[in-house]
């Protein structure tokens, strides 16, 4: 299914069905539980009822995929969406008094690159091969070797480090399938789903990450699957979403993986070219932390 068209049709389910809940950032949300978008990949799946942050997206998947877990990179290109996250204020009510400003500590990236290895701030997972589960080259490998195993499964989710991180993961677990001849299909669990500004996000960079899997490894990028559990819109977003889904979706834009890299931690933005993404103005979403 198109992208607009499953994203609306899940903005409506949960503004219809959703239960009025407290939450932990104490905004309140609808949330319903157990949904399914099954979106394709060609053209890409960028939403065009309102603009979505591409550089952003961009960016944080090649900074998970380099396993770096110092925000300030991402803020020094421009891209913020950590910065609530990773303040010192919310830090030290973790307990995280040790960490300097702009820590995430063990998040997304570093559990792809090197699982549960023990953790120090400033330390990239890719600086040192010492106690380093490589999940992204041993499913890399895999797919490589043995494509059609059951066992292409990368997880975010380490109940042991979750009290290093500034954030448990949202979506933790990702799988990859491929479809002969060579299409290559992924499927992302999904805990918590912040419907308003984070969904979108998360389906462009999946459809990115596969894109970058499916160059590299000579395929084409087939579909992307996300299951998520706890599908919520908070309560200040309501507005901004029903103006978003009365509006007419663009055509999707394509995209272009310029080059190809052995291995995906070597992509930079300059490999990655957005064509033809045209969409309504940005809503403007406050984000609950």
Not at 23 to 48: A, K, N, Q, W
Not at 111 to 137: C, F, K
Not at 141 to 154: A, K, N, Q, T, V
Not at 203 to 214: E, P, R, V
Request: charged share 20%; net charge negative; glycine share 6%.
């Amino acid at each position: 299914m198109n992208c607009d068209e499953a994203y609306a049709s899940l903005v409506r389910d949960v503004l219809s069905n959703g239960q009025r809940r407290q939450d932990r950032t104490g905004t309140g949300t609808l949330s319903v539980f157990g949904r399914h978008l099954r979106i394709g990949l060609r053209p890409f799946p960028l939403l065009t009822t309102k603009r979505v942050f591409w550089r952003g997206v961009v960016e944080e998947l090649l900074f998970f995929l380099r396993g770096e877990t110092d925000t300030t990179v991402l803020e020094d290109r421009g891209v913020k969406i950590w910065a609530l996250n990773t303040r010192r204020e919310h830090l030290d009510n973790l307990g995280l008094t040790s960490y300097p400003e702009g820590t995430a500590g063990p998040i997304y990236g570093y559990q792809w690159r090197a699982y549960n290895r023990p953790y120090t701030p400033g330390l990239s997972a890719m600086e040192t091969t010492e106690h380093r589960v490589d999940q992204i080259a041993s499913v890399m490998e895999g797919l490589r070797r043995d494509p059609y195993s059951r066992r292409h499964i990368i997880t975010s989710w380490n109940p042991l480090q979750i009290p290093e991180m500034c954030l448990p993961p949202c979506h933790m677990t990702v799988q990859f399938y491929v479809r002969s001849p060579r299409v290559l299909d992924c499927q992302m669990y999904q805990r918590s789903s912040d419907v308003g500004l984070g969904l979108p996000f998360n389906i462009a960079s999946y459809g990115l990450l596969t894109y970058l899997m499916a160059t590299t490894l000579d395929m084409e990028p087939g579909e992307l699957s996300i299951c998520i559990g706890d599908c919520h819109i908070y309560l200040d977003h309501v507005e901004a979403l029903q103006e978003q889904i009365s509006r007419d979706p663009f055509p999707l834009p394509d995209l272009r993986i310029t080059a190809k890299k052995q291995n995906l931690e070597e992509y930079t933005s300059s490999d990655i070219q957005l064509d033809g993404y045209t969409c309504h103005p940005t809503i403007s979403m406050v984000m609950s932390a």
